[in-house]
């Protein structure tokens, strides 16, 4: 089913800013691309405006059909399509409660969610939407039914109101025609100002639905405020790691150290890790509270007390401190940007370096440093840091064809 779903990927040559269900595509690449767009954008001394669109059970109204019909137009027909027609046919469902259960009801919508070739259908079925976005001059991106869009403007511009309301107008009818249900009461705006002091105060009106902007919004489940500082996200990460430990702590007398260690990477590590490249560049005082964690699960796995010193826990772990663990993400970015295996709109963040004539570096996989005097706004970002710390690297790890990851 795997190499069924690879050949059919490639043939239906789904659309780039898609990235759910993708090899080498994830919710960090969709979140790395878009705060770098809301950056350059107030690099250039404009507002911006992300929108991230909620829709209801998704995956459970695809309507058959115009799945069908959607697929027949990439040029799925024959066998082939009837494959589909047949995968698709005679499902059923129905709900058991108390040993009771309900009638059988034939489904003539939704795809199995759980299934591979499921998530794939669905990223076909919404594809067209991308030229609906695009046609009132907003950028998206798309991970699985998780879309949002966002459009660059002068502070002053009097019709940014109305554009955004031209475009989710086109947008719910799409989503009508194609029997989705766009949640309005539910979809958040957030406005990036220019600058730290300008303030936009305006409001989208869309039928019976008021869409006000927010300072802050939940982007796949990481935390955005309106100055891109992601100081929200930190305390956001903090207060449920502190959770975590707590509720460690107590059964800590009945575990092993061998037992703690992955209990503690399982809830704590692994929400210092989620989508930690957008903290690349931040100064060491706001990523801080995050090291203070860190430090408490260390201590915690060894039931050790905290005036121990933390670099020997820290060793013996195998654990990098939360700068470096940063640094490390970004760098295992810029590597597969330069091996090509990173998705297409990575590029324009991370650019593999190309000699104007040829020269030995050509074959040392270096990337291009934008230029820190046109890019003052930008010294603390992703985009800056990364290619930095990737050229920084011995050309023996650059070259490497493969990675090896130790457990």
């Given at each position: 089913m795997d190499y069924f779903t690879d050949v059919l990927t490639t043939f239906l040559d789904l659309?780039?800013?898609?990235?759910?269900?993708?090899?080498?595509?994830?919710?960090?690449?969709?979140?790395?691309?878009?705060?770098?767009a809301l950056r350059l954008t107030r690099a250039e001394?404009?507002?911006?405006?992300?929108?991230?669109?909620?829709?209801?059970?998704?995956f459970?109204?695809?309507?058959?059909?115009?799945?069908?019909?959607?697929?027949?137009?990439?040029?799925?027909?024959?066998?082939?399509?009837?494959?589909?027609?047949?995968?698709?046919?005679?499902?059923?469902?129905?709900?058991?409660?108390?040993?009771?259960?309900?009638?059988?009801?034939?489904?003539?919508?939704?795809v199995p969610q759980g299934s591979v070739l499921g998530q794939l259908l669905f990223s076909v079925y919404m594809?067209?939407?991308?030229?609906v976005i695009q046609k009132h001059g907003f950028s998206y991106h798309c991970y699985a039914d998780d879309t949002q869009l966002y459009l660059s403007f002068h502070p002053d511009d009097p019709m940014v109101a109305a554009?955004?309301?031209?475009?989710?107008?086109?947008?719910?009818?799409?989503?009508?025609?194609?029997?989705?249900?766009?949640?309005?009461?539910?979809?958040?705006?957030?406005?990036?100002?220019?600058?730290?002091?300008?303030?936009?105060?305006?409001?989208?009106?869309?039928?019976?639905?008021?869409?006000?902007?927010?300072?802050?919004?939940?982007?796949?489940?990481?935390?955005?405020?309106?100055?891109?500082?992601f100081s929200d996200r930190i305390v956001k990460t903090v207060r449920s790691c502190r959770f975590a430990l707590f509720n460690i702590k107590k059964i800590r007398p009945?575990?092993?150290?061998?037992?703690?260690?992955?209990?503690?990477?399982?809830?704590?590590?692994?929400?210092?890790?989620?989508?930690?490249?957008?903290?690349?560049g931040?100064?060491?005082?706001?990523?801080?509270?995050?090291?203070?964690?860190?430090?408490?699960?260390?201590?915690?796995?060894?039931n050790e007390p905290k005036r121990i010193h933390i670099t020997p826990l820290f060793i013996n772990l195998h654990w990098l401190p939360i700068a470096a663990r940063i640094k490390f993400k970004a760098l295992m970015f810029a590597y597969t940007t330069t091996t090509g295996s990173a998705p297409l709109y990575l590029n324009s963040l991370l650019q593999t370096y190309v000699p104007s004539r040829s020269l030995r570096s050509a074959s040392e996989r270096r990337l291009n440093v934008p230029s820190q005097r046109s890019t003052k706004?930008?010294?603390?970002?992703?985009?800056?840091?990364?290619?930095?710390?990737?050229?920084?690297?011995?050309?023996?790890?650059?070259?490497?064809?493969?990675?090896?990851?130790?457990?």
């Amino acid at each position: 089913m795997d190499y069924f779903t690879d050949v059919l990927t490639t043939f239906l040559d789904l659309d780039s800013n898609q990235s759910g269900f993708r090899s080498g595509h994830s919710t960090e690449t969709v979140l790395l691309s878009v705060v770098k767009a809301l950056r350059l954008t107030r690099a250039e001394s404009k507002s911006s405006i992300l929108i991230l669109l909620d829709l209801s059970a998704a995956f459970d109204t695809v309507n058959h059909q115009i799945l069908l019909s959607t697929l027949l137009t990439k040029g799925i027909s024959g066998t082939t399509l009837q494959w589909f027609e047949s995968y698709l046919s005679d499902r059923s469902f129905k709900v058991s409660w108390r040993g009771e259960a309900s009638k059988s009801q034939h489904l003539t919508t939704g795809v199995p969610q759980g299934s591979v070739l499921g998530q794939l259908l669905f990223s076909v079925y919404m594809a067209s939407l991308g030229s609906v976005i695009q046609k009132h001059g907003f950028s998206y991106h798309c991970y699985a039914d998780d879309t949002q869009l966002y459009l660059s403007f002068h502070p002053d511009d009097p019709m940014v109101a109305a554009h955004i309301s031209a475009c989710l107008t086109d947008i719910s009818c799409w989503m009508k025609d194609h029997q989705l249900q766009l949640n309005l009461a539910k979809t958040e705006l957030l406005v990036v100002p220019a600058n730290p002091s300008f303030h936009h105060n305006f409001t989208i009106q869309l039928g019976t639905s008021t869409i006000t902007p927010s300072k802050t919004a939940r982007n796949l489940e990481v935390m955005i405020d309106d100055q891109l500082t992601f100081s929200d996200r930190i305390v956001k990460t903090v207060r449920s790691c502190r959770f975590a430990l707590f509720n460690i702590k107590k059964i800590r007398p009945f575990l092993s150290e061998h037992a703690a260690q992955p209990l503690v990477q399982a809830l704590v590590l692994s929400k210092l890790d989620y989508c930690n490249a957008l903290l690349a560049g931040l100064p060491a005082s706001s990523i801080q509270p995050l090291q203070l964690i860190q430090n408490a699960a260390a201590r915690l796995i060894f039931n050790e007390p905290k005036r121990i010193h933390i670099t020997p826990l820290f060793i013996n772990l195998h654990w990098l401190p939360i700068a470096a663990r940063i640094k490390f993400k970004a760098l295992m970015f810029a590597y597969t940007t330069t091996t090509g295996s990173a998705p297409l709109y990575l590029n324009s963040l991370l650019q593999t370096y190309v000699p104007s004539r040829s020269l030995r570096s050509a074959s040392e996989r270096r990337l291009n440093v934008p230029s820190q005097r046109s890019t003052k706004s930008l010294l603390r970002t992703f985009k800056l840091n990364a290619p930095s710390w990737w050229n920084d690297l011995p050309n023996s790890i650059r070259v490497l064809s493969h990675l090896q990851q130790s457990a």
